[in-house]
Structure formats: C-alpha cells, structure tokens
C-alpha cells in the first residue's frame, strides 16, 4: 500500500506541475468559477463572422482554487507568481492588473454593438528576481474569456482559452528596467495587444 500510495502522489505532482495553463487546472478553475461556470449552458445565437464590438464592461475573475507562491526561486510550482507588488492577495492584485489591462486594449474598438468580456484566470506566472536577472524567463498568462451582449446578457461568444507564453532574456529585463519597463508594464503591453487581435480577426475561426 505505500509504494501505491507514493506512486499516486508522484502521479498527481506530476500532473500538477504540468505546463502554463494545464488542462486539469484550467479546468478547476473554470468550474469553480462563478462567473462563467453557471452561465455556459445557457443558449448562444450563432457567431457572426464581422462583429462590430464596444466592449463597455470587463469582469475579471481570479478563483480561488489557483495557488500562488512567494519563493524566490527559479520557477516556483503555483498557477499564480506575481511579486512586484507589496505582499498582499495575490489574487486581487493579478485581478487588478488584468482588469486595468483588458480594458486599456479595448479602449479602442469603437464598434455599434456593446458587449461585456468574461474573464476567467487559470495561469498568472511572471518572474522572480532570481529567475528575472540571472537566466531570463516567461511571463504565462493564461485565461478563458467569453463575450456577452450586455443589454441582454445573450452568449455571442462560448468561454475559450487564450493567452500567451513570452520570453524574456536577463539581458532584455536589464534594458526594459533602464527604460523604466518594469513586469507589469510588459505584461500589460502583452495584454492589450492579445485582447485587441482576439476581438477583432474575423469570427469564422468560432463556427467550428
């Protein structure tokens, strides 16, 4: 029974270390989710192929299910590595962050039909300073993000996961840092430029 037991516990360590954005994490986060979990059985009309959107409304959430670390190591094991703010919730902080970020990269998408972004976390790993200027890294950003028409709450767009993983070199941080390029700014850049080519390729990619 123990060398059973010890199997099933490297078993699960491996699964939960799996890469940015794992399919049994996202997956947790998603159900525990209580901004989308509920509402995707609800009916969707079909996907238009040019939608015309002004997003008017961001709702980001960080569940609670994803764990976060405060090691200082070279890629602390957790869903959420965010340590350029002051110690505190974490998850408010990447919410903050993400909010902020979402709504600066649509402030610009003038389209006739106001909708509302549906956002929820899964994968939020920046750098640690060890990691930020010795070898370099990636910032993982990863989230399901589901489209709303917000004067009647009608589903255009089924929750999908997007994100991105992003290399930065030790030399490159270096250099943002002399130019006053700190995580956040970089992370919010990546961001904005994600969430603007998302919402407006045209939709025939969502008919599948």
């Given at each position: 029974?123990?060398?059973?037991?010890?199997?099933?516990?490297?078993?699960?360590?491996?699964?939960?270390?799996?890469?940015?954005?794992?399919?049994i994490?996202?997956?947790?986060?998603?159900?525990?989710?209580?901004?989308?979990?509920?509402?995707?059985?609800?009916?969707?009309?079909?996907?238009?192929?040019?939608?015309?959107?002004?997003?008017?409304?961001?709702?980001?959430?960080?569940?609670?299910?994803?764990?976060?670390?405060?090691?200082?190591g070279?890629?602390?094991?957790?869903?959420?590595?965010?340590?350029?703010?002051?110690?505190?919730?974490r998850?408010?902080?990447?919410?903050?962050?993400?909010?902020?970020?979402?709504?600066?990269?649509?402030?610009?998408?003038?389209?006739?039909?106001?909708?509302?972004?549906?956002?929820?976390?899964?994968?939020?790993?920046?750098?640690?300073?060890?990691?930020?200027?010795?070898?370099?890294?990636?910032?993982e950003?990863?989230?399901?993000?589901?489209?709303?028409?917000?004067?009647?709450?009608?589903?255009?767009?089924?929750?999908?996961?997007?994100?991105?993983?992003?290399?930065?070199?030790?030399?490159?941080?270096?250099?943002?840092?002399?130019?006053?390029?700190?995580?956040?700014?970089?992370?919010?850049?990546?961001?904005k430029?994600?969430?603007?080519?998302?919402?407006?390729?045209?939709?025939?990619?969502?008919?599948?």
């Amino acid at each position: 029974m123990t060398m059973i037991r010890a199997a099933l516990v490297l078993t699960a360590a491996a699964l939960l270390s799996a890469c940015a954005g794992g399919d049994i994490v996202s997956r947790n986060a998603l159900e525990s989710s209580g901004l989308l979990s509920t509402k995707q059985v609800e009916g969707h009309a079909p996907v238009p192929l040019n939608p015309s959107y002004r997003v008017v409304d961001v709702k980001v959430e960080v569940p609670d299910v994803l764990t976060s670390s405060e090691q200082n190591g070279i890629k602390p094991r957790s869903d959420i590595l965010w340590q350029e703010d002051p110690a505190g919730d974490r998850h408010a902080q990447v919410r903050a962050l993400m909010t902020e970020a979402l709504e600066e990269g649509v402030s610009d998408i003038t389209g006739s039909r106001d909708v509302v972004l549906e956002v929820v976390m899964t994968r939020f790993h920046a750098l640690t300073k060890r990691t930020r200027y010795s070898i370099g890294g990636e910032h993982e950003v990863w989230m399901f993000v589901a489209v709303r028409d917000a004067r009647t709450g009608e589903l255009l767009e089924p929750a999908r996961r997007i994100g991105f993983d992003h290399r930065v070199s030790a030399e490159q941080a270096l250099e943002n840092e002399a130019q006053g390029l700190n995580q956040r700014l970089e992370i919010t850049a990546l961001v904005k430029d994600m969430i603007r080519q998302e919402l407006t390729r045209p939709r025939d990619f969502l008919q599948g």
